[in-house]
């Protein structure tokens, strides 16, 4: 079952629930069987087909310790042993990621906080949703339009054919039910985009937002973005959460979300 709601709804609160959510979201993966999950003391690292590095990575939520160059040592042994060429290392979000460096930048890794991390407030949506003309979303509910999906968001997105059928496999096994919801969206009858609600950490992030080239410029984007948390409103969630990329940090802001922190991590690759 997903956390409590959050009611606190204060900067910090709310920058902490961006990330959790995010971390919720890899734990979650840990529900299908192309996921290899491997944990300790403090730390949780997965593995899954998809070569992308936030589908492979270490999630610490302690600070580290003497010796912890040892786990950084293991952890890439892991993932080399497995021919995972790239990952991503994520600290606790109450942790200064800094902490971390002088253990993972011998070994190769490189440091980014230029993902940001969004925050929309649930009651400033109007009543109901206006859609674009000739855009009708729909929840995925089925394997082939779990089929869809995948086709209609590795072209926006896009992902490389290779990972396609890797990502429909733990898209599968993730279900089609809450806490992770996979939406369609149809312009004039035809797939043209796609998001993803995942509940976590008590607020509602939105995530695979993507829209087909030829459908792009008639507010798709933005459409299938509010949709998912439309739904969230109607179970009672205060906050919509997400992190956005370069091009569609411009949208999230005209639709309203507040840039509230960075998603900040620690990238390698081979």
Excluded at 5 to 12: A, C, F, K, M, R
Excluded at 180 to 203: C, E, I, K, M
Excluded at 204 to 221: D, E, F, M, N, Q
């Amino acid at each position: 079952m997903p956390d409590p709601i959050l009611t606190d709804l204060s900067t910090p609160s709310l920058s902490r629930a961006i990330k959790e959510n995010l971390y919720d979201y890899f734990r979650f993966l840990g529900r299908s069987e192309v996921t290899e999950m491997d944990e300790g003391p403090g730390w949780l690292r997965w593995r899954t087909p998809i070569a992308h590095p936030w589908f492979n990575g270490v999630l610490c939520n302690r600070p580290p310790v003497e010796g912890d160059g040892a786990l950084v040592e293991s952890s890439l042994a892991f993932f080399r042993a497995r021919g995972t060429a790239s990952l991503t290392w994520w600290p606790d979000p109450g942790m200064p990621a800094a902490a971390w460096a002088p253990f993972l930048q011998p070994h190769g890794f490189g440091f980014t906080d230029s993902t940001p991390g969004m925050e929309l407030a649930l009651d400033v949506l109007p009543a109901e949703q206006k859609l674009p003309p000739g855009l009708e979303i729909f929840p995925v509910e089925n394997l082939a339009a779990l089929q869809t999906w995948i086709d209609v968001f590795g072209e926006g997105y896009p992902l490389p054919d290779e990972i396609k059928p890797h990502f429909l496999a733990l898209t599968a096994d993730l279900g089609f039910d809450l806490p992770a919801r996979n939406y369609l969206g149809y312009l004039d009858g035809a797939p043209a985009a796609s998001s993803t609600l995942f509940l976590g950490a008590g607020v509602a992030g939105v995530y695979c937002v993507a829209t087909l080239p030829a459908a792009r410029k008639r507010g798709v984007g933005a459409a299938m973005t509010l949709g998912p948390l439309y739904e969230a409103r109607d179970l009672g969630y205060r906050a919509g959460i997400l992190q956005s990329s370069e091009m569609g940090y411009p949208v999230y802001r005209k639709l309203g979300f507040q840039h509230l922190t960075a998603m900040e991590h620690f990238y390698w690759s081979e």
